[in-house]
Antibody, heavy 131, light 113 residues
């Protein structure tokens, strides 16, 4: 079955970096995008960014630009989210989800009119930032 | 950024009764070229990832019970649960996927009265 399996929880010091992985199975990895969403304790959902495993194209949330890097390894069907310069505000559960194979305004092209995303989610990875 | 605002923040409904959650976007998420509303609804139970319920504002994801329905267009949308079941207790989020950043509503906490 289609699934995304994420890496285990992490505890980091302020200023450190964290890299979370998301391994896909049950579908062709390069035919869909991967998006990352985080959820601070007791809070709502915040979209972080999107990556195309097909060509490496990325889109990032403006408030994380410069601190987050999304990458993929097509040989292992794994996506990664790396966040640098951690602060306590980055304490959250980080989710990956399968997304459309397009990002931003590209998704408004007729080629992508019948795609939808966020249909498969990883189980979440808790990242705790504490001194 | 497109701001998504849900109402109410919390809702208590009796078993078997109808539950209605509203979602308003700060700008239209209806794309005129294909007449689609780029809106999704998610259900999140405690300790679990969100689950996709509806996309294109009103299309049910595979396996979602037909008591869940979505309506609306442009900037105003509604999620309706026609007959509340105990397993529907959760937080519900709307999301626009029209323009990045893809933004979510603040969530509506649905409980049993």
């Amino acid at each position: 079955q289609v699934q995304l399996v994420q890496s285990g929880g992490e505890v980091k010091r302020p200023g450190a970096s964290v890299k979370v992985s998301c391994k896909a199975s049950g579908y062709t990895f390069t035919t869909y995008g991967i998006t990352w969403v985080r959820q601070a304790p007791g809070q709502g959902l915040e979209w972080m960014g999107w990556i195309s495993p097909y060509n490496g194209d990325t889109k990032y949330a403006q408030n994380l630009q410069g601190r987050v890097t999304l990458t993929t390894d097509t040989s292992t069907s794994t996506a990664y989210a790396e966040l640098r310069g951690l602060t306590s505000d980055d304490t959250a559960v980080y989710f990956c989800a399968r997304e459309r194979p397009c990002g931003g305004d590209e998704c408004l092209l007729p080629l992508y009119w019948y795609y939808y995303g966020f249909d498969v989610w990883g189980q979440g990875t808790t990242v705790t930032v504490s001194s | 950024d497109i701001v998504m605002t849900q109402s109410p923040d919390s809702l208590a409904v009796s078993l078997g009764e109808r539950a209605t959650i509203n979602c308003k976007s700060s700008q239209s998420i209806l794309y005129s070229s294909n007449s689609q509303n780029y809106l999704a609804w998610f259900q999140q139970k405690l300790g679990q990832p969100p689950k996709l319920l509806l996309y294109w504002a009103s299309t049910r994801e595979s396996g979602v019970p037909d008591r869940f329905s979505g309506s609306g267009s442009g900037t105003d949308f509604t999620l309706t649960i026609s007959s509340l079941q105990a397993e529907d207790v959760a937080i519900y989020y709307c999301q626009q996927y029209y323009r990045t950043p893809y933004t979510f509503g603040q969530g509506t906490n649905l409980e049993i009265k």
